[in-house]
């Protein structure tokens, strides 16, 4: 190893500082990578013990457990947790850890930014938990937070939710600000674009929608704090404003956001299948332009989650076309992966598993959407537990699969140990079938006419949500020997080689086979670099 | 434990309550063209997307069964096709397209209200409806049904449990209806699944909808936006009648209105007032201040001890007539009702406020 | 420092301390808000703690940077943060604009009945849809919100203040430029000279505005104005904060101009602020022209 990294200090020359201090003053992107996928897994048990809590009282007809305004805050807050707390700061994890390593860099371009970009997040966290303390309760009006509700309709602790999102909105928009330098300036210089794996692509592509979007969502939130407080008009008609206008304000942000939540998702599989299938990644440029025309066209459908609020004619046609276009992008990036996989050589590890299985089920979760997009057809499904089956699965066995595919994918490499693979195995089998009892019979239900955010229903739903919170909870329990693996794995697991992956390509692999705590202190070479890329 | 005796206890209650649940796995057709309409769209969708899958998903399980290692397949290093991808970014365009025709037929048939015979305006409130048939002179309100809401928290649960109100919507058959949605609080959306009919209730705004149903009989909805604590208990009952019938229901409901006109002009006596208060009560306010008064403090205030209970009767018709904060407006209820109502909140709950009499409600509104 | 060498920056405390400083900020602004009396002073400690953290992480930025322990490369990564930073900024003030177009351009209009809003104005006595007078008559379905609008009784005559604030920031962001030329060729007293200048503008610019602000509220026209007065005073109160913090970087810039921070080659700190001060000129046109001038 050369010495040309320079630090300010010399003691950072041979790795991290001792103690607790590591970690809260640390500018190392591995560390603050593990930092965010630390929280995000304690943010992912605390909004789906929320949801233990919904399936729970959705168990059967009647009202069990709570009352119905504190179902409201469960729903609330459990959508936006998984959101904000656990989706979107593991995929920021993620991709502190592997961005730098995969482009050959020595760390983040603004490594004390990242740094405070995680360290707002517990803050955040901690505020939002605070209105469950509160008089009032936490916010009991949607993830979705509409105007009239949340402004005139709502208790105080509201003004505390509006500043927590404004905190959560600096982290993300420092995060993505530093991804982009990252990715743009910190570049091994003989790395082309066009030479960047996918996961580097989708979460440069997925920078530019958070910092197009999340400052949409400071101005929603500041527009609330000011109806709410000091007597502006936005969303009231008695002083001129629209409630409606709230929501297009909340989905220009809002539709973007699902993406920022997928598209680091198909870069991860993106990597996985061509490993376990023994062959280059299928239709890279294709790829690349794929995910730019879904991030440019997120930005041009949210009104597609407003067809019911009175829109006119020719605003619902145009959203409608918009939003159907959004198959193709993503249609090609389906038969991609399946291309990949086609006259490969292919295993089933445990990362491959739920690769396959990310496939079908988002599939599954794309063409409920499809459906959904489809305005007259909306008409019917809107607002109801069809639309909920519709983003549990493209979130949970889209973003939250593709998030454990690449953990236990990437473990390997941060621990420089093995997980137990059987037990992974079981665990997946476990996963994949209590998740579709948990949400398929949810299309059933939206279908048959289940109202959303509901705490009680008619008899004739209680057969499937009978079923449902059963599956919900078999798939909870599932976490639980995640968390095992995970830990056992740290503790005890083999140690492996660099490549643990036979078929596994990319810069990363490279490295020890523990990345060292300062990776690429000299970029690496062009031979290598070409060696290593996807399209190879 | 005794919680978890009871679940299970519960458990099986329900599982032997299947005998009268209908069971539903697809969407309804409904009664309406328009429901027919979506209807159609919705299957032909649907199947799109079972053929896609299976084309995609086929090719997918054959390479996983043909191409695996451990047959010793070996593999093939291309990653380019321009044809495959020039076909399969072609086909899903046509596709869509093929989609979007009738879909948009559909939509544009469905915005259309212009053909309409009569109108029904429809208000929510939190947590109920109002419906005004402006034509007719009509006006009233309908609320989550006693029984279901007596039930709640019962295994016995009624055949309609919280699918049943107390006086529903009543509208002719073979009749182009218009209805007219807004809200006087947060926003509401008015959904009858078998009439093909979901629309948004703006507090401010007026959307319009339209139907045409076609067959007799009663139409169950749910109110399908998050509006607040009771979003779940807000039924809608659609009764359909016969033309003759409806017109019998019409002429019944305006006598009827007569009679309460007539009635709020004499002095009530406080007995005549407590009683019908606490039947309003129970309607109308409980939800929010709770049966016993207590309210959910400080969200919704307790009638116990209040001080606009106990205080001067000015104040708390003002208040209940025109609302104030989270606390909805009630100008739409008649002053019998609602100087009952205040009557009741004024002596029950061991309150020492005055009696108010209807003529007090109709000099203050 | 050679082009193939990287910096790595030692750990630091400044985030958490900033960390800690906002969020005192909020839960004390959150908490005056809803009349507790010690919410001001929460939120006071919250700002000092913040403008501390300021202090010490820029102090620290400015003391490696005149060490001379940046490269390059550092360099154009600041360049990249500050520019995609400038940005959000931009989709920050894109959502208060398009509340305005939409407004102005649809809401209001199906108020009073356009497009598919035929039966709304069944809700709204007499009502009709003008922009600047929308704070409306009470109205017969909605009234529990309990919000009193006031109509302004004038409004603000675009080719007075506004006009003059223009011409104001738009010489400011040419002094601005001098500046960056004279500090380009190394001319100190000419570079403090223009920074002075474009200083100076920009106090004057925010004195004016206040001036207006106050003929404004004098007239009637306030953020309680219903729709209208939202988005003025939301739009012109954003701006006027950027200005404000424009003023402050711009007076940190002149002040590290006269201890020699910056050479002729080596000067992102105010390039940064020039972006900045640009960024904000650029808003203020789009305000002049579409709140006050059509
Ligand atoms: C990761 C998150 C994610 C993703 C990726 C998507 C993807 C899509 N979503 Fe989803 N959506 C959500 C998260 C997401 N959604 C959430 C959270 C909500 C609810 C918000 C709330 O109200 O709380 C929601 C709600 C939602 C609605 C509003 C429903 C309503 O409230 O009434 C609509 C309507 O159009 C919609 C559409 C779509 C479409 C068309 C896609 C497309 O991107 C899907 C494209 C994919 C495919 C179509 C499958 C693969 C393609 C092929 C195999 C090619 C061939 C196919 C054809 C030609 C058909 N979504
Ligand atoms: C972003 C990701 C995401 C994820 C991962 C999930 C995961 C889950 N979600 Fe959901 N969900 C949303 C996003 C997500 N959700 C959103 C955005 C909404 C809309 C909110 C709104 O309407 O406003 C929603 C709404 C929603 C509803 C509808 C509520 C309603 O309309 O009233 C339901 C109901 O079944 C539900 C269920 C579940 C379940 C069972 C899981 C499961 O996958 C969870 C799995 C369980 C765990 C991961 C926890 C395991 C933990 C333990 C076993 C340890 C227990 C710990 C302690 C007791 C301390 N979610
Ligand atoms: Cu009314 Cu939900
Ligand atoms: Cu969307």
């Given at each position: 190893m050369t010495t040309a990294t320079a630090t300010s200090h010399d003691d950072h020359h041979h790795g991290p500082e001792k103690g607790i201090m590591r970690w809260v003053k640390t500018?190392?992107?591995?560390d603050i990578g593990t930092l965010y996928l630390w929280f995000a897994f304690a943010m992912l048990l605390v909004g789906g013990a929320m949801a233990m809590g919904i399936r729970m009282e959705l168990l059967q007809p009647g009202m069990q457990v709570m009352d119905p305004h504190f179902f409201n805050q469960l729903t609330t807050m459990h959508g936006l947790i998984m959101v904000f707390g656990a989706i979107m700061p593991a995929m920021v994890g993620l991709g502190n850890w592997l961005i730098p390593m995969m482009v050959g860099a020595p760390d983040m371009a603004l490594p004390r930014m990242n740094n405070w970009s995680f360290w707002i997040l517990p803050f955040a966290g901690g505020i939002l938990m605070s209105t469950f303390f509160m008089d009032g309760g936490a916010p009991a009006f949607g993830w979705t937070f509409y105007a009239p509700l949340s402004t005139t309709f709502a208790p105080d602790s509201t003004d505390f939710f509006i500043f927590a999102v404004h905190l959560l909105g600096f982290s993300s928009i420092m995060g993505a600000i530093n991804i982009i330098a990252t990715v743009i300036n910190m570049r091994a210089p003989e790395m082309k674009l066009m030479d960047m794996p996918l996961f580097v692509w989708t979460w440069l592509i997925t920078s530019f929608l958070l910092i197009g979007a999340m400052p949409v969502l400071a101005g929603a939130v500041t527009m609330m704090l000011t109806d709410r407080n000091f007597g502006t008009a936005f969303f009231d008609a008695t002083g001129g404003g629209d409630p409606v206008m709230f929501q297009h304000i909340f989905w220009f942000f809002g539709h973007p956001e699902v993406y920022i939540m997928i598209l680091p998702a198909f870069g991860i599989i993106s990597h996985i299948i061509p490993t376990f299938s023994r062959k280059p990644l299928f239709g890279y440029s294709s790829m690349v332009y794929a995910t730019a025309s879904i991030a440019f066209l997120s930005y041009i459908v949210w009104a597609h989650h407003m067809f019911l609020t009175g829109m006119p004619v020719a605003g619902e046609l145009y959203f409608m076309y918009a939003t159907m276009m959004i198959a193709v992008p993503t249609g090609v990036k389906v038969f991609n992966w399946v291309s990949t996989m086609w006259k490969g050589s292919m295993t089933f590890e445990t990362p491959m598993l739920w690769a396959l299985s990310f496939v079908i089920l988002f599939t599954i979760g794309g063409f409920s959407g499809l459906m959904l997009g489809i305005a007259p057809a909306d008409i019917q499904y809107h607002d109801t537990y069809f639309v909920v089956a519709h983003f549990h699965y493209v979130l949970v066995t889209g973003a939250l699969w593709a998030i454990i595919a690449a953990t236990l994918y990437w473990l390997p490499k941060w621990t420089g140990k093995m997980y137990n693979e059987s037990l992974a195995k079981v665990h997946f089998w476990w996963a994949v079938i209590s998740v579709n009892v948990l949400f398929f019979p949810q299309h059933f239900l939206g279908l048959a006419g289940m109202p959303r955010r509901i705490p009680d229903y008619s008899l004739q739903f209680a057969d499937f949500n009978l079923i449902s919170s059963l599956g919900g909870f078999a798939f909870g329990a599932s976490f639980i020997l995640l968390a095992y693996i995970v830990v056992d794995c740290i503790r005890n697991g083999k140690p492996v080689d660099a490549r643990p992956w036979d078929g596994a390509k990319g810069l990363e692999w490279t490295l020890s086979a523990k990345a060292d705590y300062h990776t690429f202190n000299t970029p690496p070479s062009r031979e290598l670099i070409e060696n290593e890329s996807q399209h190879s | 434990m005794k919680r978890l005796t009871a679940l299970l206890s519960a458990l099986i209650a329900t599982l032997s309550t299947r005998a009268f649940a209908e069971y539903g796995l697809n969407m309804t057709e409904g009664v309406t063209s328009v429901s027919r309409d979506i209807y159609d769209l919705h299957m032909v969708i649907f199947w799109v997307c079972v053929a896609i899958a299976v084309v995609v998903f086929g090719a997918m399980f054959y390479s996983i069964f043909a191409h695996r290692k451990s047959i010793g397949h070996k593999a093939a290093n291309f990653h380019e096709n321009t044809k495959a991808e020039f076909l399969w970014t072609g086909v899903p365009i046509l596709i869509l397209i093929a989609m979007a025709i009738p879909a948009s037929k559909v939509l544009i048939d469905l915005e259309d209200t212009s053909k309409a015979e009569m109108t029904v305006k429809i208000t929510g409130h939190q947590w109920k409806w109002q419906y005004d048939y402006p034509e007719e002179g009509i006006s009233f309100i309908s609320n989550l049904a006693q029984t279901s809401k007596d039930a709640i928290n019962d295994n016995n649960k009624p055949e309609n449990y919280l699918l049943e109100v107390d006086k529903p919507l009543v509208l002719p058959v073979d009749t182009s209806i218009r209805f007219l949605v807004t809200s006087s609080d947060v926003i509401h959306d008015w959904w009858v699944?078998?009439?093909?009919?979901?629309?948004?209730?703006?507090?401010?705004?007026?959307?319009?909808?339209?139907?045409?149903?076609?067959?007799?009989?009663?139409?169950?909805?749910?109110?399908?936006?998050?509006?607040?604590?009771?979003?779940?208990?807000?039924?809608i009952v659609v009764d359909v009648r016969s033309k003759e019938d409806y017109k019998t229901w019409v002429a019944e409901q305006q006598s009827a209105?007569?009679?309460?006109?007539?009635?709020?002009?004499?002095?009530?006596?406080?007995?005549?007032?407590?009683?019908?208060?606490?039947?309003?009560?129970?309607?109308?306010?409980?939800?929010?201040?709770?049966?016993?008064?207590?309210g959910m403090v400080p969200v919704f205030p307790a009638m116990k001890g209040s001080k606009v209970a106990n205080g001067a009767a000015s104040d708390h018709i003002n208040i209940v007539l025109h609302g104030k904060g989270g606390m909805p407006a009630f100008k739409m209820l008649g002053d019998a009702d609602l100087a009952s109502v205040m009557t009741y909140e004024r002596k029950a709950f061991g309150n020492?406020?005055?009696?108010?009499?209807?003529?007090d409600v109709k000099s203050a509104r | 420092m050679s082009a193939q060498e990287y910096y790595i920056p030692n750990g630091t405390y400044w985030p958490i301390v900033?960390?800690?400083?906002?969020?005192?900020?909020?839960?004390?602004?959150?908490?005056?808000?809803?009349?507790?009396?010690?919410?001001?002073?929460?939120?006071?400690?919250?700002?000092?703690?913040l403008v501390f953290m300021m202090f010490g992480w820029f102090g620290q930025v400015v003391n490696e940077s005149v060490n001379g322990n940046y490269n390059n490369q550092v360099d154009r990564s600041?360049?990249?943060?500050?520019?995609?930073?400038?940005?959000?900024?931009?989709?920050?003030?894109?959502?208060f604009f398009g509340a305005l177009f939409y407004a102005r351009q649809l809401s209001v209009p199906w108020l009073g009945g356009a497009d598919n809003n035929l039966f709304t104005p069944e809700l709204w006595n007499g009502f009709s849809a003008t922009w600047q007078q929308v704070a409306m008559n009470t109205p017969a379905a909605i009234s529990q919100a309990g919000m009193e609008y006031s109509v302004p009784v004038k409004l603000v005559d675009t080719w007075g203040l506004p006009a003059l604030n223009t011409l104001l920031l738009l010489l400011s962001g040419v002094t601005l430029t001098f500046a960056h030329h004279a500090l380009r060729e190394g001319k100190r007293n000419q570079i403090v000279g223009w920074l002075v200048a474009t200083i100076v503008l920009g106090v004057l610019f925010l004195g004016f505005q206040i001036a207006e602000y106050g003929h404004a509220y004098h007239d009637g026209l306030k953020l309680t104005s219903g729709i209208y007065g939202s988005t003025f005073y939301m739009l012109t109160g954003f701006h006027g904060f950027h200005v404000t913090v424009g003023a402050i970087m711009l007076t940190v810039i002149l002040y590290r101009v006269q201890k020699g921070h910056f050479s002729a080659d080596s000067h992102f700190g105010f390039e940064g602020v020039a972006w900045y001060w640009h960024f904000v000129d650029v808003v203020w046109l789009g305000l002049f022209v579409f709140v006050y001038w059509v």
């Open positions: 500018t190392n992107h591995k | 699944p078998d009439l093909g009919v979901k629309q948004d209730g703006n507090p401010g705004f007026i959307n319009d909808a339209w139907a045409q149903i076609d067959e007799i009989g009663v139409y169950r909805g749910q109110c399908a936006e998050l509006c607040g604590k009771d979003h779940g208990f807000m039924p209105k007569a009679a309460a006109v007539a009635s709020a002009t004499k002095t009530w006596s406080e007995d005549e007032l407590m009683a019908q208060g606490e039947n309003v009560y129970n309607t109308s306010c409980a939800a929010c201040h709770k049966k016993d008064g207590s020492t406020g005055s009696v108010i009499q209807p003529s | 900033g960390s800690v400083g906002v969020s005192t900020l909020f839960v004390g602004f959150a908490n005056q808000m809803h009349g507790a009396s010690w919410g001001g002073s929460v939120m006071a400690i919250g700002f000092a703690i600041f360049r990249w943060g500050m520019s995609w930073f400038i940005f959000s900024e931009v989709m920050f003030f894109a959502a």
